[in-house]
Structures are given as C-alpha cells and as structure tokens.
C-alpha cells in the first residue's frame, strides 16, 4: 500500500503562484508514475500533470507553460508548481501514484486551490 499526503493549497490572487506537495510513504518502491488531477464543482476530475520513473513528464495543455511538475526522491516527495494562476485553476487538486501502465493506483485525499480575480 501507498500513503499519500497532499499540502500547499490555498486561496490566492489571479496571477499568482501556489506549490502542492505531495510526500508518498508505505510501498513507494512499486510507485512508476505519480501525478496530479484536478476536479472542479460539477466537471470531470481530469489529469493536471504527471511524471514517470524516467523523468518524462506530461501535461494538460491547459496548464503547459504555467505549471511543471518535479518530485524528490530523498524526500519521497511529488511537487507542482503553480505560476500565472487562473480563475478556472480552482478546483480540489488530487495526488495520484500508479503502479503499473493503467492506474492511477492510490489517491491523495486532495488539496483545494481557489483562484480570485
């Protein structure tokens, strides 16, 4: 099993910047990929960004140029980093890791980043 624990949310202005954190702990060995999602009220929970054991990472093209994603393997610890933040950025923002290709495995209980213009 794999524990993971999201933080760094918050409320902040349109154009600013927020960094989620999301630190694995349990069978972290069995983790090949972790990402983030978000799901805002009423839509779809969708893929923000994600990075592989390789380093490969992806992104969603509404967020490419604003938010990168990077994790520390010392630290057991996923990031994001958020720049130039938009209102429609608000949403509940999900830790994921996957074990296999198909997944996500394990879920964050999730981190709300509110946006205000």
């Known amino acids: 099993q794999v524990q993971l624990v999201e933080s760094g949310g918050g409320l902040v202005q349109a154009g600013g910047s927020l960094r989620l954190s999301c630190t694995a702990s349990?069978?972290?060995?069995?983790?090949?990929?972790m990402g983030w999602y978000r799901q805002a009220p009423g839509k779809d929970r969708e893929l923000v960004a994600a990075?592989?054991?390789?380093?490969?990472?992806l992104y969603a093209e509404s967020v490419k140029g604003r938010f990168t994603v990077s994790g520390d393997n010392t630290k057991s610890t996923l990031y994001l980093q958020m720049n130039s933040l938009k209102t429609e950025d608000t949403a509940m923002y999900y830790c994921?890791?996957?074990?296999?290709?198909?997944?996500?495995?394990?879920w964050g209980q999730g981190t709300q980043v509110t946006v205000s213009s």
């Open positions: 994921a890791a996957r074990k296999g290709i198909q997944g996500p495995d394990y």
């Open positions: 349990g069978s972290i060995f069995s983790i090949n990929a």
């Open positions: 990075i592989n054991k390789g380093g490969r990472t």
